[in-house]
């Protein structure tokens, strides 16, 4: 009798919202993976409901009704957004080579697992390719293949391999301003689109970013690195609202999922030129003691707040000489 169980490691990350983090599963669920590693943050000391959010979310996995190798990193207290999810993909990666990243809110086109798969196969060798993304959420159809290559990253829904996450550097100890400043001249950035990347390198490297992409997308930017992305996108996120850490107040855009299958494969390796930058030119703004947001395009105004908010307002999350 053939496997019907799918092979490719997956690391499913938790925290608090039960309803999200079920649908998710469901999907999971669909694809019976053979190993499937699960990592959650402790609750809030702040917030006591977290307790019970964080016990009835990890007993979703009760519902595992086939024969899977199940891994857990569970913790007992709250390490935050940003460092919960690189240690969590740290471990995911201290157990295999490659596998998919799924967080609790985003749910994927069935062909999104298997994409994954043979990507992860095909460019397993290939040092160019850090990574394969399923959210695309331009949708411009810059090339007649099924994916194409460029810089901008996301972590909604994604693979990646063992080899790339051993150079991961989460403060950034080994990447200079100059560095930076070198690679965005490499791909041509335009200069909204620098002042982006210089504000979340500071705010990284003076530990005061609750984050861990911002971080992988100035790896990617490092290592001369290009992100496999699906010519039309493959996932959505299903988790805005008053229960989101980043998207409290916000309505949930209306992002369209599409298959994949057959695929056509570009000829080479090489970034498409349009796709370099993200052109994401306008961002969601909630003021404190606010629970809606309001979208605000990045002009003089926005950054001379983010320069005053990251001097003299936002606090220091993570101290930069951690030895983790």
Not at 59 to 78: A, M, P, Q, V
């Amino acid at each position: 009798m053939e496997d019907s169980h799918f092979s490719t490691p997956i690391l499913f990350i938790i925290f608090n919202r039960p309803d999200t983090a079920r649908a998710v599963f469901e999907e999971i669920r669909k694809i019976r993976p053979k190993r499937l590693f699960v990592a959650a943050d402790g609750p809030r000391p702040s917030r006591p409901d977290d307790i019970e959010k964080c016990q009835r979310t990890k007993e979703i996995l009760k519902g595992i009704d086939w024969d899977c190798e199940l891994k857990t990193f569970f913790r007992e207290s709250n390490v935050g957004c940003g460092l919960n999810v690189a240690e969590s993909i740290s471990w995911f990666f201290s157990h295999v080579d490659k596998g998919i990243i799924m967080e609790d809110d985003i749910i994927p086109h069935p062909e999104f697992f298997p994409f994954c798969t043979q990507m992860l196969e095909r460019y397993e060798n290939d040092e160019s390719v850090a990574a394969i993304n399923g959210f695309y959420g331009e949708n411009i159809p810059y090339t007649e293949d099924s994916y194409f290559f460029r810089t901008d990253f996301s972590g909604w829904g994604w693979a990646t391999w063992k080899r790339v996450w051993d150079k991961f550097d989460f403060f950034l100890r080994d990447y200079s301003r100059q560095d930076l400043k070198n690679a965005m001249r490499r791909i041509h950035a335009e200069r909204k689109e620098w002042l982006n990347k210089k504000d979340q390198y500071l705010l990284t490297r003076q530990g005061k970013a609750d984050s861990w992409d911002w971080q992988f997308r100035l790896y990617l930017l490092k290592w001369n690195s290009f992100v496999l992305t699906p010519r039309l996108n493959m996932v959505k996120c299903i988790g805005y609202g008053d229960d989101s850490s980043h998207f409290k107040g916000q309505k949930a855009p209306k992002h369209i999922v599409y298959p994949i299958f057959p695929l056509r494969h570009p000829e080479k390796v090489e970034c498409i030129t349009p796709a370099y930058n993200s052109r994401r030119y306008t961002v969601a703004v909630r003021l404190p003691g606010s629970r809606h947001s309001f979208m605000m395009k990045k002009n003089f105004i926005w950054w001379t707040w983010r320069w005053f908010r990251r001097n003299f307002i936002a606090s220091t999350l993570y101290s930069p000489t951690d030895n983790r």
